[in-house]
């Protein structure tokens, strides 16, 4: 192996369940031994062993990859070697419980002319007459001029495990003289539901999370037996980057194989012509044979050439089918040789649900949200991005915290100088003050004691009483 | 053809002897058959329904190709584009100059406003074309007929009921040409969807008083009566079409093979094919034609010539008041 880790990140953004629960650990599993990145001289023995259920398997204690000694510079998180068996791979199963009591919610999104058989095809997939039998304008009725959205829900139940089935219905796609912008009320509808869904996010309470977005929108060509009409490549240009697009060839029955062999492979190359994105059953690396193979015989069938049927025929040799009986023959919708239905069964339900969900959510919505946050104006912040090296980022800090301390002792100096001159201007202010009433006093002084001088001589001369004398003492006494 | 006096009828004599004028019936089929006959059909539908596998079928010959796209950057055809293929066939010594007119393109776009105007335009063009060779002083003797004498119309197997361009465009034709719709691709419905389709169909057409090919006239006897109601109640014909053979019970027949069962494209109980090409070809061809010049060219003639007349009026009082 030319790996040094093994490494732990998922392979992709969608595969959190499936990615962190496959690694485990078994007792003959392969070892080889690598240098590690440093080339430093250690050298790591690394195991990799799946379990072909693709699950750990719990019932292996005190086996596990051996820990790699991480070196300060590499980010991989330490790996630990189990003592004894601690019981976290019972994970799963506890997601599991708390999947089936939540319920699980998907929305479908059916387009195309009417007369294709969208309502049939629906009606059979979840074997529940959803859609009632259609209401047929009479001659001379009003059909409208645009394009209705019209949305029917039902919750249905199988061992257990609740679904919320919602199919989003297009009548009157196609169906105008001037189909001009008949995608539009289609574009709008599902951009209404990823905006109410963003709404729900922006929510100060966000416990009961309802997921009303469109998870896969199934696409109905006509059976003509030459390409697509220009009218399919339009919408599906509009809204390969929207939704999950599965593209289905309705009324399957009009055409021989070599007829829907054709048809296919045209299709397919007027689509990469286009550009245009079907949904793509992702492939992981650790998925067993048998889902890997049956991945690729989907992949192989798309688009995928349908017939519906919800009512019963009997068959040539007598049972009892879900089929279409015609004078030349009885074709059966579950019989894999005659249609793709059970293909479209299997991916749409059985398999990839859970898929389309999670594209919706982890690619198709990321991407909404983007555009939508950079169209008002919301910036960025990159410098979350950067890359965070520890002892770097520590001296970074340190540095900055010196920068900061030294930018506070100069403030706090010219501070304390400034109150220090303050201090002083007051202190000279004051000191003059003194002087200046120390100087008057003096004078006071010098004018009381010739004063008394004046008493002296007039007193040694006369002896004259003058009503002075007590405050010239009193004076005596205040000039001391 | 003659048409019969309403008034006093001459009586109806005998001859005494064997005259042998009845032989003019073989003269006049001498005389066709060395001229040969010229039919004109169109074809309108959209694309991929099976026009051109159908005019294949029903001539037993290949006589054109599908127009469909097959290259990814080839562009999708306009209906500017209608072109007329003419082929002769030989039966019994019998020769039919066959013209097919397709349309590709029609009801294709995505906008498909206005995509019937290139076509009666295409229909009436024929008619003014016949009118100004009729109408030269110096006129051929014969003048090569390319008036369309019948249009197949292709509908759509929805199971539902009638597009609305579908209701537009027949309006439209059913003034100028014979229409007869067909229910294309009918193997995609069962008989039951079959039946409630045509009634829907045929009550969508008469609600918007579209007139169908055959019309009645006064002179048709009980049985061509009687034929015109069996085939009025079968419209619009569900039809299949096939090129290839396959062998049923030891013969080769045209047919669609699938993997669960082969659709026999000449068994009544599979398809209407029969019937189609009976009422084209083997009853109603003459009928067809005729209609096209009594009816259809006549009412454009009697149109264009008051036009003419009133213009020429108008001008000549327009020149009197100028001069006086």
Redesign the interface.
């Given at each position: 192996m030319s790996e040094g880790y093994y490494d732990n990140a998922p392979h992709s953004p969608s595969a959190n369940g499936n990615g962190n629960g496959s690694l485990s650990y078994n007792g003959d599993g392969r070892s080889s031994a690598v240098t590690s990145p440093n080339g430093g001289n250690d050298t790591l023995i690394s195991s990799r062993a799946i379990s072909p259920s693709a699950y750990p398997v719990k019932s292996e204690p005190g086996v596990g990859i051996n820990g790699s000694a991480t070196a300060p510079a590499q980010q991989q998180p330490a790996r630990k070697k189990l003592a004894s068996w601690v019981g976290f791979s019972n994970l799963p199963n506890q997601v599991h419980r708390r999947s089936v009591r939540r319920g699980f919610q998907f929305v479908a999104m059916v387009v195309g002319?009417?007369?294709?058989g969208k309502s049939t095809l629906i009606n059979t997939l979840f074997e529940t007459k959803l859609y009632q039998p259609?209401n047929?304008?009479?001659?001379?009725e009003d059909?409208g001029k645009t394009v209705q959205i019209e949305s029917i829900s039902a919750e249905i139940e199988e061992n257990g495990v609740r679904l919320k089935l919602t199919v989003v219905d297009t009548p009157g796609f196609g169906?105008?003289?001037?189909?001009?912008e008949?995608w539009k009320p289609i574009v709008d509808n599902i951009e209404a539901r990823f905006d109410a869904y963003l709404e729900q996010e922006n929510r100060v309470n966000r416990l009961k999370l309802v997921d009303n977005r469109v998870h896969a929108c199934i696409y109905f060509i006509?059976?003509?037996?030459?390409?697509l009409?220009?009218?399919d490549i339009?919408f599906m240009r509009r809204l390969h980057t929207k939704v999950n697009l599965i593209p289905v060839i309705a009324?399957a029955?009009?055409m021989?194989?070599d007829e829907i062999s054709l048809f296919k492979q045209?299709i397919l190359?007027?689509i990469?012509?286009h550009g245009i994105r079907i949904f793509q059953p992702p492939q992981y690396e650790n998925e067993d044979e048998e889902t890997i193979q049956e991945n690729e015989e989907i992949i192989s069938k798309v688009p995928f050439a349908v017939v519906g049927s919800d009512s019963l025929v009997s068959s040539p040799d007598g049972r009892q089918v879900r089929g279409?009986?015609?004078?030349?023959?009885?074709?059966?919708v579950d019989n894999e040789?005659?249609c793709d239905f059970v293909k479209l069964r299997q991916m749409l339900v059985r398999t990839h649900m859970e898929e389309l969900r999670e594209h919706t959510n982890d690619v198709l919505y990321e991407n909404y949200r983007t555009d939508k946050l950079k169209a008002m104006g919301v910036a960025q912040d990159e410098s979350v991005f950067k890359e965070t090296n520890p002892a770097a980022k520590q001296a970074e800090e340190r540095a900055m915290h010196e920068a900061k301390l030294a930018k506070m002792e100069a403030e706090m100096k010219m501070v304390f100088q400034q109150k220090v001159q303050e201090k002083e201007a007051k202190l000279k202010q004051s000191e003059e003050e003194l002087y200046l009433r120390h100087r008057e006093m003096k004078d006071a002084l010098e004018k009381q004691r010739q004063e008394l001088e004046d008493k002296k001589r007039r007193i040694e001369s006369g002896r004259p009483l003058t009503p002075e004398k007590g405050s010239q003492k009193k004076r005596f006494g205040l000039g001391k | 053809m003659a048409a019969s006096l309403v008034s006093s009828q001459p009586e109806e004599i005998s001859a005494a002897q064997y005259v042998g004028f009845d032989s003019i019936t073989r003269q006049i089929e001498h005389k066709l058959l060395k001229r040969g006959f010229q039919f004109n059909v169109m074809v309108v539908g959209?694309?991929?329904?099976g026009k051109s596998t159908l005019i294949n079928t029903l001539f037993a010959s290949h006589l054109i190709d599908?127009k469909?796209?097959?290259e990814?950057?080839t562009q999708?055809k306009q209906t500017t584009e209608i072109h007329a293929l003419s082929h002769v066939i030989v039966e019994n010594g019998v020769r039919l100059k066959l013209n097919i007119i397709d349309t590709p393109g029609y009801g294709?776009?995505?906008?498909?406003?206005g995509c019937w105007d290139p076509i009666v335009k295409y229909i009436k063009d024929q008619h003014s074309a016949y009118l100004r060779k009729e109408l030269t002083a110096m006129r051929d003797r014969f003048i090569p007929d390319t008036r369309i004498h019948c249009c197949l119309f292709f509908i759509?197997?929805?199971?539902?009921?009638l597009?609305?361009?579908d209701i537009?465009v027949l309006k439209k034709l059913a003034e100028v040409v014979n229409v007869v719709p067909v229910i294309a691709?009918s193997?995609?419905l069962?008989?039951e969807e079959r039946a409630i389709f045509k009634q829907?169909v045929m009550?969508?057409l008469?609600?918007?008083q579209i007139r169908l090919y055959p019309f009645d006239a006064d002179e048709l006897d009980e049985e061509e009566l009687q034929l015109n109601e069996r085939i009025r109640d079968m419209l619009p014909f569900a039809i299949v079409g096939s090129e290839k053979s396959v062998i049923i019970d030891g013969k080769p027949v045209r047919a669609?093979?699938?993997?669960?069962?082969?659709?026999?494209v000449e068994d009544e109980?599979?398809c209407e094919f029969i019937y189609l090409r009976n009422f084209l070809t083997r009853t109603h061809l003459q009928d067809l034609i005729e209609t096209t010049a009594q009816i259809h060219y006549e009412s454009f003639r009697s149109k264009q010539l008051l036009a003419l007349k009133e213009s020429s009026a108008k001008n000549q009082q327009s020149a009197a008041t100028a001069s006086a």
């Open positions: 002319e009417s007369g294709l259609k047929i304008p009479a001659p001379g059909r169906d105008f003289v001037n189909n001009d008949s006509q059976p003509t037996g030459h390409s009409k220009p009218i339009e009324k029955d009009t021989t194989d045209r190359a007027d990469a012509h279409r009986a015609y004078p030349w023959g009885v074709i059966e040789d005659h | 959209q694309t991929g329904l599908s469909g796209r097959t990814v950057d999708p294709d776009n995505v906008n498909n406003e759509n197997p929805t199971g539902h009921t597009k609305p361009i537009v691709k193997d995609s069962t008989l829907r009550a969508e008469q609600f918007n669609r093979k699938n993997r669960w069962g082969v659709i026999n109980n599979h």
